[in-house]
T-cell receptor, first 110, second 114 residues
Framework: QKEVEQNSGPLSVPEGAIASLNCTYS??????FFWYRQYSGKSPELIMS????GDKEDGRFTAQLNKASQYVSLLIRDSQPSDSATYLC??????????FGSGTRLSIRP | EPEVTQTPSHQVTQMGQEVILRCVPI?????FYWYRQILGQKVEFLVS????????KSEIFDDQFSVERPDGSNFTLKIRSTKLEDSAMYFC????????????FGPGTRLLVL
């Protein structure tokens, strides 16, 4: 059974600080990794995708991938109250299927 | 910006009734998906659909579920005889290609089975 594991949180971070979200996955053959943001009662919204080892930056967001450790992370710099949401780590397990983690609830305190 | 739309936004039904959830994928997308999220739980893959047939389905997608593209724009999920445990948020998604990494999610239909 392919799994994606995340700490459920809540993770509380002061406004302006860096939020660090982590994820591990079980399928060593996975090649595509995603971070989605989900506000309460809303649908997942893609923030970042990453396919190669190392860092990928997009604005205030940086995704990090370490395939040897089967580890993906998301850093959010200069955290804003609007970043308060649940962050879902997801891994592509086949051409069409994405497996989601249970999500980490992030709270940015003013 | 094009987006995936879903109707209805909320549906309440009695156990044993049939429901049809509707989705309009982004117009130039070729691959369509249904996911569900039981309250407080993970987003779970149900099924993917391409070229008028199912390309992959999960163990959740049993005989009571079916999908259809009845015309050039709609993509539907039918639950034949709903159970209490079918209560969930159902998300439709679409992507341009199978290997295309971005699956765009619709806003979801909240289904409540009483």
């Amino acid at each position: 059974q392919k799994e994606v594991e995340q700490n459920s949180g809540p993770l509380s971070v002061p406004e302006g600080a860096i939020a660090s979200l982590n994820c591990t996955y079980s399928d060593r053959g996975s090649q595509s990794f995603f971070w989605y943001r989900q506000y309460s009662g809303k649908s997942p919204e893609l923030i970042m995708s990453i396919y190669s080892n190392g860092d990928k930056e997009d604005g205030r967001f940086t995704a990090q991938l370490n395939k040897a450790s089967q580890y993906v992370s998301l850093l959010i710099r200069d955290s804003q109250p609007s970043d308060s949401a649940t962050y879902l780590c997801a891994v592509r397990s086949s051409a069409s299927k994405i497996i989601f983690g249970s999500g980490t609830r992030l709270s940015i305190r003013p | 910006e094009p987006e995936v739309t879903q109707t209805p936004s909320h549906q309440v039904t009695q156990m044993g009734q049939e429901v049809i959830l509707r989705c309009v994928p982004i117009s130039n997308h070729l691959y369509f998906y249904w996911y569900r999220q039981i309250l407080g739980q993970k987003v779970e893959f149900l099924v993917s659909f391409y070229n008028n047939e199912i390309s992959e389905k999960s163990e959740i997608f049993d005989d009571q579920f079916s999908v259809e593209r009845p015309d050039g724009s709609n993509f539907t999920l039918k639950i034949r005889s709903t159970k209490l445990e079918d209560s969930a948020m159902y998300f439709c998604a679409s992507s341009e290609l199978a290997g295309e990494e971005t699956q765009y999610f619709g806003p979801g239909t909240r289904l409540l089975v009483l």
